[in-house]
């Protein structure tokens, strides 16, 4: 088949058309980003327990005092190579404190009052920490609370606890979970263009292990790229169900991320995946 002159140009017309926006999204192209990957514990250790199944230690590895034994299983998932901790916060009467870290098993425990989430924050100061809180008021409680708060701390909660931060808390980057699924969403739309869209400017992105393919445009070093240039932190988790992330529980799933990724990456059993990714 011999083609006509203009079906010639059009076919190369097309196939630089083609070329080029293969090399506008390859990744290849845009500088390994600086940084490794953050590991992010779901929740805190397994404390340390005597015979009777109280707990015996309040730390274990982590700094170099004692505090409440919800804070101190904390401490022992950050002392378990964890560079990001996620610390539930809850209202308790007037008081806002840590829920609960771990099954209290004997009387002694069960009569322990719930740690101040002052404690927290005074205790776990090497991690960054995604502070998790549901309900205006307790956001509205931890925006008033004293204490510095690490510049790259992050917080998580419903709605009404995102919009209650932007008053009380304005320099804290909040999230929701559907909201930073979203953002992902939406790149996928505009990212053919390269462009982030500006409701995931300053923000956080959601994504899965399922979505590391090739719509998410210029995966992996180009993307980073854009959502460095955007401000944007990247979380990657096994899956998001029902509102819930679902960290990585294997170690086989860190091979699916690319080994340039210098983002979130949420673990659910960081006391085995932790030392593992660490050596």
């Known amino acids: 088949m011999i083609l006509s002159r203009n079906q010639t140009i059009s076919l190369l017309f097309v196939a630089a058309l083609f070329f080029g926006f293969t090399l506008f999204q390859a990744s290849w192209l845009a500088e390994k980003p600086v940084g490794n990957p953050k590991l992010v514990a779901d929740h805190a250790a397994e404390p340390v327990r005597d015979t009777a199944g109280c707990v015996a230690s ?9 505090f409440h034994p919800d804070v101190g299983a904390l401490q022992s998932a ?33 009569k322990r009052g719930p740690a101040l989430a002052t404690e927290a924050i005074s205790a776990l100061t090497r991690p960054d920490r995604i502070w998790q809180m549901t309900g205006a008021d307790t956001a509205r409680a931890f925006g ?79 993307f980073l790229a854009r ?22 529980t294997d170690v086989t799933q860190y091979g699916e991320i690319a080994n340039s990724f210098n983002g979130y990456i949420w673990v659910d059993n960081i006391e085995e995946l932790g030392p593992a990714l660490r050596r």
């Open 227 to 248: 959502m460095k240039e955007a401000d944007v932190r990247v979380i990657i988790a096994e899956d998001v169900v029902d509102g819930n992330i679902m960290g990585l």
């Open 58 to 66: 309040a730390n274990s590895g982590y700094g170099g005092k004692s």
């Open 144 to 222: 008033m609370l004293p204490g510095r708060r690490n510049d790259r701390d992050l917080a998580m909660g419903d709605a009404a606890a995102v919009a209650a931060l932007r008053t009380y808390a304005p320099k804290l980057r909040g999230f929701t979970v559907s909201g930073a699924r979203e953002c992902g969403s939406r790149y996928r739309l505009t990212g053919l263009w390269g462009v982030v869209p500006r409701s995931c400017h300053g923000g956080v992105m959601l994504l899965s292990l399922d979505d590391l393919s090739i719509t998410l445009w210029g995966w992996p070093n180009r």
């Open 78 to 110: 950050a002392g378990a190579k964890a560079d990001a901790l996620v610390v539930r916060l809850q209202m308790a009467g007037r008081a806002l404190v840590v829920a609960p870290q771990y099954n209290r098993l004997c009387p002694a425990d069960q």
